[in-house]
């Protein structure tokens, strides 16, 4: 893609009954966004349109039956139904829960069949959303089911980016989960998302330990010296520059953090406490790994905030210019590392 060709970014909406549709056309209420992008989100312009109503938002969106009829310099929206919702701000209902997933469904499809470049998800519901057609925790399992790629999820601003070794899944179940492949097959797309994606040549990562104190040599948990440390040194022996594993109790509080380009860590709370303490509301959800590039808020659906006006756009605002972004260092670098000249050795 050349640089002056406008990335095609498609949005799916979430649960309309939160605060996604609010977040995505207030960060499009500035024209400038136009000038990185032509967004394209998955819905219908009645609901866009009764949503503005409800909302005051004065924004103009041009209504389009197809992805490719998109207008480069206007705010699209995918007709993807006509028939009237009720909208019902800040309360989950079973019907905004149907139409958050058409949304990603519809979105989901267009970015591997190439009519959007990168995707950004609005909050769903984990609830509501759940149906014959959707048996997934999140987000991140879902789009690993339909894209090619094995994920990661990672956490980032432009200070820090915190990896999960394991995600949606319950505390019960963390240790049985924690072994050697999993943890290798984690640093390995960390290491290619670091490179391809974020453009660090030499990637170094720190990986958290499971069990308070790293175990205390066995006191407090064998996991940490009968897997992690033996695995991370396995690691290492390929050239790698990945250390731990790191006490997470006064990893972040010492700013250790600030030493390394990511961070693993062993469980979903381990990672994202710090992370939203840190940078609630500024931060970026990538779902790494994956052949392509979906990115979304760190926030969820926000029920509370819902028709009030109050909802900040930060989150998204830097979910949409990560998603940019990404997609044009990882075609840089596929353009490098597949173009790379043949040095020849004459006698």
């Known amino acids: 893609m050349d640089k002056s060709e406008k990335i095609k970014l498609g949005i799916s909406i979430g649960d309309f009954n939160g605060i996604g549709i609010e977040i995505i056309l207030k960060t499009f209420l500035d024209k400038r966004m136009l000038d990185f992008c032509t967004p394209i989100i998955f819905g219908s312009t009645k609901l ?10 004065n924004v103009l969106f041009n209504g389009i039956k197809q992805v490719d009829k998109a207008i480069q310099g206007k705010i699209n929206i995918v007709n993807l139904w006509k028939e009237d919702i009720d909208v019902e701000l800040g309360k989950p209902t079973k019907q905004s829960g149907k139409y958050a997933f058409l949304s990603l469904k519809a979105a989901t499809e267009a970015l591997n069949n190439g009519s959007i470049d990168v995707l950004v998800t609005a909050p769903i519901n984990k609830d509501n959303i759940q149906s014959e057609n959707f048996k997934f925790p999140g987000h991140t399992e879902y789009l690993e089911s339909k894209i090619e790629g094995d994920s990661l999820m990672i956490l980032m601003t432009n200070k820090i980016r915190i990896g999960l070794i394991t995600g949606h899944i319950p505390v019960s179940k963390i240790s049985e989960n924690i072994t050697p492949d999993l943890i290798k097959q984690k640093v390995a797309i960390l290491y290619t998302a670091l490179k391809q994606d974020f453009a660090i040549q030499k990637p170094k990562i720190a990986i958290l330990g499971l069990n308070p104190h790293c175990g205390d040599h066995g006191v407090i948990g064998l996991e940490d010296d009968e897997i992690i440390k033996p695995t991370i040194l396995e690691i290492q022996e390929e050239g790698k520059l990945v ?9 972040f509080g010492s700013e250790n953090y600030k030493n390394f380009d990511a961070i693993l860590a062993m469980y979903h709370d381990q990672g994202l406490a710090p ?6 509301g500024e931060g970026v959800n990538y779902t790494a790994g994956l052949a392509k ?20 756009i930060n989150s998204f605002k830097e979910a949409v210019f990560s998603a940019i972004q990404i997609f044009r260092t ?3 670098y596929k353009s490098l590392t597949e173009n790379t000249l043949k ?3 004459q006698k």
């Open 293 to 312: 590039i979906r990115t979304s808020p760190d926030h969820g659906t926000a029920y509370e905030l819902a028709g009030k006006g109050q909802a900040s």
């Open 275 to 280: 992370f939203k303490t840190l940078s609630f």
């Open 330 to 332: 990882r075609e840089e």
């Open 343 to 345: 040095i020849t050795h």
């Open 48 to 57: 866009i349109t009764s949503y503005k109503k409800n909302t005051n938002i």
């Open 243 to 251: 250390y731990g594993p790191y006490a997470a109790d006064s990893f």
